[in-house]
């Protein structure tokens, strides 16, 4: 029982050391291209940022995808990594679009990222005005001296039909 035990314990220990040293560490890995905005409207400017290339080196972009052609990442000088700006042109139509930036230098990396192009920018809100055509009430529109007249006239059939009625029940006839 005691040698099984020992057996396992070993095994389980030799796998997690294994395992230590194959898993990747990722905790430096910068690769990537950040769009900012990621949803545009046609028109609008896009700044894209990467840290793929390191902080010495420049990348060229390319964004035909949506029509906006080549685009320059330069190092920036308060910042790691390489940034650049593009304008989606006006006639763009509305989809997802990859960008890509091809580093020049350290094994000329290429990274990706997704841009979406709408027709209505995310952040706007357009809340609703006025009033709401229902088609209850409101037939001679919001005057006041009409909808008193309506209301006068409606009360004067109600009265003589009540008038009408009552004489009929005592047949007193019409």
């Known amino acids: 029982m005691r040698r099984t035990a020992r057996l396992l314990t070993g095994t389980a220990l030799a796998l997690g050391a294994a395992g230590l040293a194959t898993v990747p560490a990722y ?19 896009v700044t894209v940022d990467t840290a793929a290339c390191g902080a010495q080196h420049a990348a060229a972009g390319d964004a035909s995808a949506v029509g906006a052609g080549q685009f320059v990442l330069a190092p920036g000088a308060h910042q ?37 192009v709408t ?11 006025g009033s709401v055509k229902t088609g209850v009430g409101g037939a001679l529109g ?7 007249a309506g209301v006068a006239a409606l009360a004067v059939a109600a ?5 009408l009625l009552h004489r009929r029940l005592r047949g007193d006839g019409f």
């Open 159 to 163: 009265a003589g039909g009540t008038w």
């Open 27 to 45: 905790a430096g890995d910068t690769g990537g291209l950040e769009i900012s905005p990621s949803a545009v409207v046609p028109g609008a400017q």
């Open 80 to 116: 790691p990594g390489a940034t650049g700006r593009f304008r989606v042109p006006p006639g763009a139509q509305p989809g997802t679009y990859e960008i890509v930036a091809r580093c020049s230098g350290a094994g000329h990396a290429t990274v990706t990222g997704d841009l979406t």
């Open 142 to 148: 919001p005057d006041p001296v009409k909808s008193a």
């Open 119 to 129: 027709l209505t920018a995310a952040k706007e809100q357009t809340l609703p005005r």
